[in-house]
């Protein structure tokens, strides 16, 4: 249990982190948002636990296809935002990465990379 409160407090620190070091620097908050600290962090609670060298392995195999079709939410979200406000950007970025995930699991099955 004190295990499960730790990785708890790691990982909702780097959240703040992350969140206090914005409010000071949209370049800063920004750069340490892109970093793949949560996949990292989760990465060495799995090799702590005992999971095994290919759960580890499979975990940032498919990391990385997850990440490629929520990029363009970034791209999106500020035009969006300065438009019709922060909720309608959310939901709406949101919804688009749904999409295009949903589109790009299915291109890539074509290739033998199963995501669904």
């Not at 636990?49 to 939410?73: C, D, R, S």
Request: with cysteine; proline share 3%; aromatic share 16%.
């Amino acid at each position: 249990m004190i295990w499960l409160i730790v990785k708890y407090a790691i990982t909702a620190g780097m959240i703040v982190l992350i969140s206090e070091a914005a409010k000071r620097s949209d370049r800063l908050g920004g750069l340490l948002a892109a970093l793949p600290l949560v996949t990292v962090l989760v990465l060495i609670w799995m090799k702590l636990e005992g999971q095994t060298q290919e759960k580890i392995a499979n975990h940032a195999w498919y990391t990385f296809w997850y990440v490629v079709p929520t990029l363009p939410m970034f791209l999106c979200f500020p035009f969006i935002f300065q438009r019709w406000g922060f909720w309608v950007a959310l939901l709406a970025s949101c919804l688009m990465t749904v999409l295009l995930f949903w589109g790009y699991a299915l291109l890539l099955r074509r290739f033998g990379i199963e995501l669904m």
